[in-house]
């Protein structure tokens, strides 16, 4: 075991009946995964960060993404499962999962646990912007376990080289939030007050439409444009609208809607699968339930998360579904957008 996991928080055998158990190791295990990352970072060089390690049927592992992943996995094995048996859901792992201890039946954990040790990983490699590590814990209910049956969700900022601050806010479901603040310069943590936007329009915010990578990012724009002008109607010469961010990490985004950042983010990429098809193209990457299995936190901080359908998103717990998502800041934002966001869908033939 690591130097850094041993003086991790011990979990107690009371795991078993009660969620709050898993909130201080699983605090400490962020915090390592976050210190180590940074650490890699400043003492090893972009090209070897940014080689590819493994290629996946959902997502591409970069180096840098082994640094976490090590962490990971030894935290479980030793720190959780010699106490109760779970699921662990993460990417690089045989099958997308792995029972614990070793030689337990599925069936018989009491948890399922799903991490994303690093999401934002490009972002990050290149040292542009934070990447975030997120943890959701539900009971296990078996394959039919998704992200409605979260119970805990941790996210923790991996700041840049550069940066010595981080965030890290977590949820109890019912329990509302908690957000602190880490310094990494002088160790010090203090608490952070959050709450997302209480604006009544998107006007002169922040809203968006995730448009990545190429493929279709036409028929995203074009989404985009109608639900704004829709909303906001013409634009005035030498005037702005609103304003996008194109944060590359569905933690991330989620975070802009709690801090009150972003006041309207959306990831339709799955619903352009048919049209691409048509064109005889792939989709490529989406957005996966572990980018978004600290979703109960926004939710319980009165963040609107939904699917495209304007319904909870009900994703099961592995890392190759791919999901559609969109995020409104409060209900006013909701009531203004999601009617025109609707009717965009609905003209296209991407939703029924």
């Given at each position: 075991?690591?130097?850094?996991?041993?003086?991790?928080?011990?979990?107690?055998?009371?795991?078993?009946?009660?969620?709050?158990?898993?909130?201080?190791?699983?605090?400490?295990?962020?915090?390592?995964?976050?210190?180590?990352?940074?650490?890699?970072?400043?003492?090893?060089?972009?090209?070897q960060?940014?080689?590819?390690?493994?290629?996946?049927?959902?997502?591409?592992?970069?180096?840098?993404?082994?640094?976490?992943?090590?962490?990971?996995?030894?935290?479980?094995?030793?720190?959780?499962?010699r106490?109760?048996?779970?699921?662990l859901?993460?990417?690089?792992?045989?099958?997308?999962?792995?029972?614990?201890?070793?030689g337990?039946?599925?069936?018989?954990?009491?948890?399922?646990?799903?991490?994303?040790?690093?999401?934002?990983?490009?972002?990050?490699?290149?040292?542009?912007?934070?990447?975030?590590?997120?943890?959701?814990?539900?009971?296990?209910?078996?394959?039919?376990?998704?992200?409605?049956?979260?119970?805990?969700?941790?996210?923790?900022?991996?700041?840049?080289?550069?940066?010595?601050?981080?965030?890290?806010?977590?949820?109890?479901?019912?329990?509302?939030?908690?957000?602190?603040?880490?310094?990494?310069?002088?160790?010090?943590?203090?608490?952070?007050?959050?709450?997302?936007?209480?604006?009544?329009?998107?006007?002169?915010?922040?809203?968006?439409?995730?448009?990545?990578?190429?493929?279709?990012?036409?028929?995203?724009?074009?989404?985009?444009?109608?639900?704004?002008?829709?909303?906001?109607?013409?634009?005035?010469?030498?005037?702005?609208?609103?304003?996008?961010?194109?944060?590359?990490?569905?933690?991330?985004?989620?975070?802009?809607?709690?801090?009150?950042h972003?006041?309207?983010?959306?990831?339709?990429?799955?619903?352009?699968e048919?049209?691409?098809?048509?064109?005889?193209?792939?989709?490529?990457?989406c957005?996966?339930?572990?980018?978004?299995?600290?979703?109960?936190?926004?939710?319980?901080?009165?963040?609107?998360v939904?699917?495209?359908?304007?319904?909870?998103?009900?994703?099961?717990?592995?890392?190759?579904?791919?999901v559609?998502?969109?995020?409104?800041?409060?209900?006013?934002?909701?009531?203004?957008?999601?009617?025109?966001?609707?009717?965009?869908?609905?003209?296209?033939?991407?939703?029924?």
């Open positions: 075991m690591s130097q850094k996991l041993s003086r991790l928080h011990p979990v107690t055998k009371t795991l078993a009946s009660s969620i709050e158990q898993f909130l201080e190791p699983l605090l400490a295990l962020h915090s390592s995964i976050r210190e180590a990352v940074v650490a890699a970072c400043e003492t090893t060089s972009l090209e960060l940014a080689g590819i390690a493994q290629e996946e049927a959902g997502d591409t592992i970069y180096a840098i993404d082994r640094v976490s992943e090590e962490l990971l996995v030894d935290f479980f094995r030793h720190e959780v499962a106490h109760t048996p779970i699921v859901i993460a990417e690089g792992l045989p099958g997308g999962k792995l029972v614990l201890p070793e337990t039946p599925e069936e018989t954990a009491v948890w399922r646990i799903i991490v994303d040790p690093i999401d934002g990983t490009r972002g990050l490699m290149y040292q542009k912007r934070s990447g975030w590590i997120l943890t959701g814990v539900a009971p296990n209910k078996g394959a039919q376990t998704n992200l409605q049956d979260i119970e805990l969700a941790i996210q923790t900022e991996i700041p840049l080289v550069k940066q010595h601050l981080s965030d890290m806010v977590w949820a109890i479901r019912g329990e509302g939030v908690t957000a602190v603040r880490h310094n990494r310069l002088t160790h010090e943590t203090t608490p952070l007050l959050l709450h997302p936007s209480r604006a009544t329009t998107i006007a002169h915010g922040f809203a968006a439409i995730s448009r990545f990578f190429p493929g279709a990012r036409e028929v995203l724009a074009a989404i985009d444009e109608e639900i704004v002008l829709a909303a906001l109607g013409p634009v005035q010469p030498g005037k702005a609208h609103c304003f996008e961010d194109q944060y590359i990490c569905s933690g991330g985004q989620l975070y802009e809607l709690m801090s009150g972003d006041r309207f983010c959306a990831d339709l990429r799955p619903l352009l048919p049209l691409l098809a048509q064109k005889g193209q792939a989709l490529g990457i957005c996966h339930p572990y980018d978004l299995c600290t979703e109960l936190i926004a939710r319980e901080m009165g963040v609107m939904t699917n495209e359908g304007g319904r909870p998103l009900t994703a099961p717990l592995d890392v190759a579904s791919d559609a998502w969109v995020g409104y800041a409060n209900p006013t934002i909701r009531a203004q957008i999601e009617p025109h966001l609707q009717t965009a869908l609905i003209r296209r033939g991407l939703v029924q």
